[in-house]
């Protein structure tokens, strides 16, 4: 089965904002990589943390 590469971006997206929604009724957070390539951490109050920048990350 292959997705097209608009629905899967969208399918993305969702799973993002589910794990986000999860992450702040349990008061834990997500981890993920920003436009910028940093490795960032989003608690559940919204506070984002850089955690590793795009020159610490492998190929980065």
Known sequence: ???PRDELDILIARMGELARQEA???GTYIVYQNKQGQL???DADGR???VKTK???PNG
């Open 24 to 26: 702040k009724r349990n």
């Open 55 to 57: 020159g610490d990350l």
């Open 48 to 50: 984002i943390v850089v």
């Open 1 to 3: 089965m292959k997705i």
């Open 40 to 42: 960032v951490r989003e």
